[in-house]
């Protein structure tokens, strides 16, 4: 396991980039599927880091929790290396429940997770829908619990949501995510 910490690559207030990905749900899907929502999350993640699943609870819940905010997870992964990021095991964490998205979509190429700037799982994005476009509002730590094991107490990312839901400008400061190395090809 080889922790990394994320870098910022796209501006506040720069456009999502563009993409289309498969779902475990057999459908495809680009940012303009969630324009009926405020916020879009878009989480580069995996299955099998350990920093990542840490954080599956905390993405479930703010994909139940919040109506207008679409939670997106994406697995960049090189599966052939990594089998445990094999889109059937994708499809098989959200069978049992264990990731309760609301998309897990699949990013073969890794070409989208190069445009995002995206380097370790997970790296999340937080944008909000300005008349159907998607603008970077944060990017960084989901909470303030770097490691697996430690417990958060303050959870930078919904108090992101709370700033982008109301109208207002999100004031975080970037904290870099930390996580294991996206594994390129």
């Not at 990017?139 to 697996?148: F, V």
Request: aromatic share 10%.
């Amino acid at each position: 396991m080889v922790a990394q910490e994320s870098e910022q690559i796209l501006e506040r207030g720069d456009s999502a980039p563009a993409f289309d990905l498969p779902g475990v749900d057999g459908e495809r899907y680009s940012p303009e599927d969630f324009a009926d929502c405020e916020a879009l999350l878009i989480v580069f993640t995996c299955n099998h880091c350990p920093y990542a699943k840490a954080k599956f609870d905390l993405l479930n819940d703010i994909a139940e929790e919040y109506d207008d905010v679409s939670v997106v997870g994406i697995n960049p992964n090189d599966a052939e290396e990594y089998p445990e990021d094999s889109f059937d095991r994708m499809r098989e964490l959200v069978e049992d429940g264990t990731i309760r998205y609301d998309a897990y979509l699949r990013d073969e190429s890794q070409d989208v997770a190069r445009e995002y700037g995206a380097v370790c799982t997970p790296d999340p994005f937080l944008f909000g829908n300005h008349d159907g476009e998607w603008h970077l509002k944060y990017q960084g730590r989901l909470d303030d619990a770097p490691n697996p094991d430690d417990e958060p107490s303050e959870f930078y990312v919904r108090e992101a949501i709370e700033s982008v839901l109301a109208g207002d400008r999100v004031d975080l400061e970037f904290r870099p995510s930390r996580g294991c190395s996206i594994k390129w090809k």
